[in-house]
Structures are given as C-alpha cells and as structure tokens.
C-alpha cells in the first residue's frame, strides 16, 4: 500500500487532484438493507405507513443524497452524475429491505461514495419514515456490490470480502 493521497508531505488534509486524469465511464453499486419487525415489513409493502409511500419517499432520498455526496464528505469531488438508479428488493422471509443503489459518472474520479451515500440515505429514510412503529430497525449490510472505470479497473465484491 502506497502512501495517503489525501494528505500533503506536512501531513495536512488534501482533496485529490485529478485534473491530469482522463475522464472514463465510471460505474459503482452499492447496497444497504433494512432489517425490520414482520408488522413492519407488512405495512411498507402494504403501503399503510401514515407518513405515505416509503419505497417511493426512500427513492428520491437516495438520488438526492447521490447528488449531494460531495457536500456530505469532506473530501469527494463534486461531480456532474450521469445516472443514480434507486431500487428495492423485499425479502418476506427474513422482514428486510435490500436496497440497491447504482451510480453512473463519465469523469476523472469513481463513483463508489455517490453509491454508498445513496443506499445509506435510502436506508435512513425508511427508519424515519417507519421509526414510530419500530424503532429497533436495524441497518445493515452496507457495502460496495462492485465497481467499473478508472485506472483501478474492475470491482466485485466477492467472498474473500466477508459475507456477501
């Protein structure tokens, strides 16, 4: 492992500068899962939370929060996304919502943070939305699915990773 690109040789954070960096496709997928109560789960995908569509309401929240995520961390680039997909994946069984977030960008840095930033801001607004009929929701499993573009290449999350 090399050294830090976010710090100068006096030790000062930096943000990146990539402007000598040929802009690529870029393309990142990342996921987050809200694990809930059955009565829960029932009400979400029954569409009788009194706040209104949750999936819906976690949908937009996710986008927006994809197209705010340089402003959320500190030392992300701001960047002119090309696609933010939002989507959900109830799973009866188990009371929980995967939620899948996929993040496109042609530029000169990825897009793996815009992702991450998308499913966790999805996965918060159904906690909110949800959190007067239970607040012992649990969020979970939030990591890169995989990625594509730049000088690092391809990404999947495999089994050496942890679970999958």
């Known amino acids: 492992m090399g050294s830090f690109t976010h710090l100068d040789a006096q030790g000062r954070v930096r943000m990146v500068d990539v402007g000598n960096k040929t802009p690529t496709d870029r393309r990142a997928v990342a996921q987050s899962v809200v694990v809930m109560q059955p009565e829960t789960f029932d009400r979400i995908t029954d569409q009788t939370i009194k706040k209104g569509n949750v999936l819906e309401t976690a949908r937009i929240a996710g986008v927006m929060a994809a197209?705010?995520?340089?402003?959320?961390?500190?030392?992300?680039?701001?960047?002119?996304?090309?696609?933010?997909?939002?989507?959900?994946?109830p799973e009866a069984a188990a009371h929980r919502i995967r939620i899948e977030a996929a993040v496109r960008v042609i530029d000169q840095t990825g897009v793996e943070m815009e992702a991450l930033t998308a499913a966790t801001v999805a996965a918060l607004t159904i906690y909110d939305m949800c959190k007067s009929y239970d607040r012992g929701m649990a969020i979970v499993d939030t990591w890169l699915l995989s990625k594509s573009g730049g000088k690092s290449g391809e990404y999947a999350r495999g089994t050496a990773d942890g679970p999958a």
Do not use: G, N, S
């Open 67 to 89: 197209k705010k995520t340089a402003e959320l961390i500190p030392m992300c680039h701001p960047l002119a996304l090309r696609h933010v997909a939002v989507d959900f994946f």
